[in-house]
Structure formats: structure tokens, C-alpha cells
């Protein structure tokens, strides 16, 4: 068990491992590839600039996948661990479905953005909620000023979004849990190490993470069995 004292602060990260459990691929699983395509062909400013209609079927099937997803268990669990902490939870999710507000979870962190949202690629309009799908014979969307209307993610070779408020939460936090992570993909796989040793550390999961050596403790198991529970609060 992990237990929560008055006073602590929590961080809490999830990975892919997490939508895997309510069947989204995670495609690192599957070789990294869609229709032959390597997944940074159609994830990057690159494939963007060289293809938006291939880039835009891709997130259009992504779309579709998660759209027909339910939260599983582990999302639930951590939605009522909000409920329980409050402010004092800070949940940071690497991935870009809407499962853990599916689950009823308030305060989250995308740092990889949010598929059901675009953006303008060319002017300062805020991302916009935006569940359609642009797949042939589908036009691609424009934006009023002109330019072109691209999905609200974090590609290869991006910046993560709010750096500057995670890692401020990773300065204040006395608990950090990884869920259902890979532990190679930066930045996020250092977070364990920036906590260093200000606070105790977990993971869960059903296989160790690249940085398990990190942790102070790992919980070996599928997220939707081993977080209900998992947590106790004074």
C-alpha cells in the first residue's frame, strides 16, 4: 500500500499502460507502425508540413479508437484519489485521450495534449474541443486567418506542454507514482529522478519501466487491479 499523510503532496503519472487496459494501442507494442508507416512519419512537424491529409487520417483513426474507449478501473481509482486530495493531487498523464475525465478526474495535466482538440498551425487562436474526423473524401479544416487546422498534440521534436508548471509540482510533491510507463521517454522519464530525494516513489505496472532502479518501491501488475486500493489516506 502506499499511504497518504495529511501534509503530502502527490504527483502522479501515467503512461500508455493505462490506455492499453481500456484498449487503446499504444503502437510502441505493435512495432511502431500504422499502415506501414512508421509512427514519427505521421507524428512530427515534418509529416505536417510534407503530408496534413495522411497526418489528419491517422489522428482521425486515433479518434475514432478512443472515442468507442470506457475507463477502466485504474482511472477510476485515481479520480476518486482526486476526490479524496484535492489540491493536494496533481495528476500528469502523457497520454492525449480523455479517459481519466471520462472517469470523473477534474484537475488533469496533458502534457502530450488532447486528441479531441485542434489548433490553428499558423495564429494565436486558443485549441478548441473538436471531435471530427478528416479522413478522405473529407476536406482538411482551415482556420479564418488562412492557415491550417492541425491536431492538438505534442509530436516528435515538440515541446511538452506546461513544463514550467510540472516541474513545479515535481519541486512541491512528497509522492510521485508512475503508472503505466515505459520509463524512456523524455522528459517524463526523468520526473522519478528530479523527485530524487525529497519523497517516496512508485511504480505500477505490469512490467518494469527502463528507470525501475529509480523507484523506491514497484508494484508489479495491470493498473486497473493494483491501483483500487492501493492508495490509503490519514
Known amino acids: 500500500m502506499i499511504r497518504i499523510g495529511k501534509q503530502d503532496r502527490v504527483f502522479v503519472l501515467t503512461g500508455a499502460g493505462v490506455s492499453a487496459e481500456s484498449g487503446i494501442p499504444t503502437f510502441r507494442g505493435v512495432g511502431g507502425l500504422w499502415r506501414n508507416y512508421r509512427i514519427e512519419e505521421v507524428a512530427s512537424p515534418q509529416a505536417w508540413a510534407r503530408d496534413p491529409a495522411l497526418v489528419w487520417e491517422f489522428y482521425s483513426m486515433r479518434r475514432r479508437v478512443a472515442a468507442g474507449a470506457k475507463a477502466n ?99 512541491r510533491c512528497t509522492v510521485f507514482v508512475a503508472v503505466g510507463t515505459s520509463g524512456v521517454v523524455e522528459p517524463a522519464a526523468s520526473f522519478v529522478a528530479q523527485v530524487g530525494g525529497q519523497g517516496r516513489t512508485y511504480y505500477v505496472g505490469p512490467e518494469l519501466p527502463a528507470n525501475a532502479s529509480a523507484f523506491d518501491q514497484c508494484f508489479q501488475g495491470e493498473a486497473g487491479k493494483t491501483l483500487p486500493g492501493l492508495f490509503v489516506s490519514d
Not at 475525465?101 to 479531441?116: D, I, K, N
Not at 485542434?118 to 474541443?129: E, G, L, N, V
Not at 491536431?151 to 513545479?168: D, R, S, T
Request: hydrophobic letters at 35%; one cysteine or more.
Open 73 to 171: 478501473p485504474a482511472h477510476f481509482a485515481l479520480a476518486e484519489l482526486e476526490q479524496k486530495l484535492a489540491e493536494r493531487l496533481f495528476l500528469c498523464t502523457q497520454n492525449v485521450d480523455n479517459l481519466h475525465e471520462q472517469a470523473g478526474s477534474r484537475q488533469v495535466l496533458h502534457m502530450h495534449g488532447e486528441l479531441f482538440k485542434s489548433r490553428c498551425d499558423t495564429c494565436r487562436r486558443p485549441p478548441f474541443a473538436d471531435e471530427a474526423m478528416y479522413e478522405p473524401p473529407a476536406s482538411l479544416p482551415c482556420c479564418d486567418c488562412g492557415g491550417k487546422i492541425r491536431p492538438h498534440i505534442c509530436w516528435f521534436g515538440e515541446v511538452p506542454f506546461e513544463l514550467e508548471e510540472i516541474f513545479g509540482a515535481l519541486d
